[in-house]
């Protein structure tokens, strides 16, 4: 079982960058692999990035492609969202999840692990 607990988020203007972090508790953290997910008040929580057990494979939404990256320290238990060039439509909460499995996932149910998340809010 694993732990998840973000940070980092805050409010920035258009055009800045941030990065979330996404702590794990537990020591098999490396057998996991990671997605981040956001979500404003009132939709759907929506797939951003997820990353492989190793950090070897990523994959990105393509409202994101280019402008965020997502990496991972295993030796630290944690998963990293570079955010760069954000944008206000970036604005939502933000959550990290985990799932025991090799394959990358952009489907929230297939993660069984998830955060409590952080709120990003950028104005324009």
């Known amino acids: 079982q694993v732990q998840l607990v973000e940070s980092g988020g805050r409010l920035v203007q258009a055009g800045g960058s941030l990065r979330l972090s996404c702590a794990a508790s537990?020591?098999?953290?490396?057998?996991?692999?990671v997605g981040w997910f956001r979500q404003v008040l009132g939709r759907e929580r929506e797939f951003v990035a997820a990353?492989?057990?190793?950090?070897?494979?990523?994959y990105y939404a393509d409202s994101v492609k280019g402008r965020f990256t997502i990496s991972r320290d295993n030796t630290e238990n944690s998963v990293f969202l570079q955010m760069n060039y954000l944008k206000p439509e970036d604005t939502a909460v933000y959550y990290c999840?985990?799932?025991?499995?090799?394959?990358?996932?952009?489907?929230?149910?297939?993660?069984?692990?998830w955060g409590q998340g952080t709120q990003v809010t950028v104005s324009s």
């Open positions: 999840a985990a799932r025991q499995a090799k394959t990358l996932a952009t489907t929230q149910g297939l993660y069984g692990y």
């Open positions: 537990g020591r098999t953290f490396s057998s996991y692999g």
């Open positions: 990353i492989t057990q190793s950090g070897g494979s990523t």
